[in-house]
């Protein structure tokens, strides 16, 4: 602030004057800002707090708006220790009661005694594969073994890097092929515990060694850790056993001690054998409904209390609160109570509405539930209430499934057409192989055993298969399945591939797993005698294609088995699943939103930026500009006030202070002039 000298020649306060003037000209300006600054800064905070409310109502409809919620099953184990029972929604609700006489158990052998982990125990080749083993523990007879075509030969070399007792079972345990090794101290040395990595019967373990010393069945060298019919120098330490079950009288056999099948919709993981029956119940989760239910209650009844107050106005000191009669708020909450208290629109079950099912709504707009009415509804028509809250889509075609929807898939029916179906890529070699049931077999060596694959547009690096004979399709198919799906680059992609052997074409056909036009399986690598022996050839397979078809008349987009609705038509957002039947009409999808969807998909639109409350927002942000502004314009105003009014009484000042000194002079020469009769006059 300049220094200023105003008054000091006239003696008046013109900086107090100008400052009291200005201040009765600012002030009132400044009380109106401040004043609708304080209105526009308390309604943000009011509409912060709506929005608040809305987000933590939206969070109570997480479960009562997913279809999931409403085929939930809950199951009762009378013997948790024994058995551990889950359900899908496929589950039938029933009683059972299972029996379990023996766990499945993995193949395990160990070797004989050696010094040290640092003894050297031979060099040469392993050979593992798996199978069943026709094996005496008591008498230590190997009587048999049964191949499992199922499983693939392992293949492990034992050079001078690795030809110790520790080289051996990390050999093993790198090789990663079913089996996995470890050293054990039994106070009489160390041996080696060689376990399957799969428990069951057909996962047995049978060892042979290509002993580089030329004899491999002597207890000499690598041959030391043989298992097989020739040679047996391992000890069975634990049988390769399936587990015995018995479900309502009726016997069960499984490789692993959990059945995934064995009831429709239940997986069951056996822990222990049983003593006596265990009963395992399972119901349709009457309680995960009701609990759903009730969470939207609750939130409503939260979120109706905060809009209550935001708008409530108080008797007693006649003042309404920020957004009394407020239409934005008025529109919210109209529109929330519309859907909650409207029918729900293509339903076909019996209950469209809240009321039909015990929820109504009280004299404060909240929602009550008779808990009598609604459990006993649930109870008696379970399957019937997921459409009143979730979004559904019925067909009877059991091979069209609906999967979901968006906020933009319009209620309505949809006819759905398929005018192709999905397929997998696939290759399929020519028909060289020999007749294995005729006693056929294939030769695999260095001159046919590498392949180099390319799947799903991922070229892979080459692939060695197990040298020896093969004398079963099924096997020789399971060991290029194999190693086609250990291939570092498509483990790192997630692509795995199905290799089948047809008996009748004498052919190997390698499909990619998934579907769709992305789905392919090309040969870019072979031997040279890998055409003749196996019939396969550099070249590209036949790739896949995408479902195509219509919904509701209109073609969707396809992406391997799932199609999805067009944009910018009715089914937009709608996805369905195509799992194989004819083609042409497929039936007629009925579509609706349940009251959780659509609350939920209403909040999306109230919460979002262009929304009703972002719009709102936006305007009162804006108006704390235009105060801000405004401030900055008063400012400006004022100063030249102050400059003017300075200015002024500067003027005056002056004025003053010459008629100050105009009456001195004045005063000075009057008092100069003798009066009469002074002695001056004499």
Known sequence: MPITSTGIASGIDVEGLVSQLVSAERTPAENRLNQRQQVVSAQLSAYGTLKSALSTFQASLTDVKKLSTFQKRTVDVSDSDSLAVTASKDAVPGSFSVSVSKLATAHSLASMSFASTDTVVGEGTLAIRFGTTDYDAQTETYNGFTVNPDRATASILIDSSNNTLAGVRDAINAADAGVSATIVNDGSGYRLLVSSTSTGAENGIEISAVDQDGNNTDQSGLSRLAFNASANYMTQTAAAEDAQVTINGLAVSSATNSLDGAIDGLSIDLKAVTTSPVTVNVKKNAAAIKTAIQGL?????????????????????QQGNILLGDATLRSITSRVRQVLNSPVDNISSAFATLSEIGITTDATGSLNIDDTKLSKIVDEHFDEIAGLFAPT?????????????TSKTIVGEYGVAISQL???GSYTGSGVLPNFGSGGTVTIDASNDNLTFEVDGIAGSAISLTQGTYSSGAELAKELESRIN????????GITVTVNYDDIANTLTVTSDPYGSSSSVNIIGIDGTTTATLGIAVGDGVAGVDVAGTIGGV???????????????DAQGMTLTIEGGGLGDRGTLSFTRGIGDQLDSLIN?????????????????????????DREDLDVRMSAIEARYRSQFTALDLM?????????????ALASIPTPGSRNQQ
């Open 422 to 424: 999905a397929t997998q």
């Open 656 to 668: 003053v202070s010459q008629l100050q000194s105009t009456s001195s002079y004045l005063t000075s």
């Open 393 to 405: 889509g019925n067909i009877a075609d059991n091979t069209v499934n609906f999967v979901g929807s």
């Open 297 to 317: 209650a609750n939130g409503y009844r939260a979120f109706n209390a905060v809009a209550n107050q935001l708008s409530k106005f108080d008797q007693t000191t």
């Open 555 to 569: 073609a969707g987009v396809g992406k391997g088995q799932v199609l999805s609705g067009a944009e910018g038509t």
């Open 605 to 629: 639109s109230l919460l979002a930026e262009d929304g009703i409350l972002g719009a709102r927002q936006s305007g009162l942000n804006a108006s704390l500009d235009r105060i801000d502004k």
């Open 486 to 493: 250990d291939v570092p680059e498509f483990k790192t992609a």
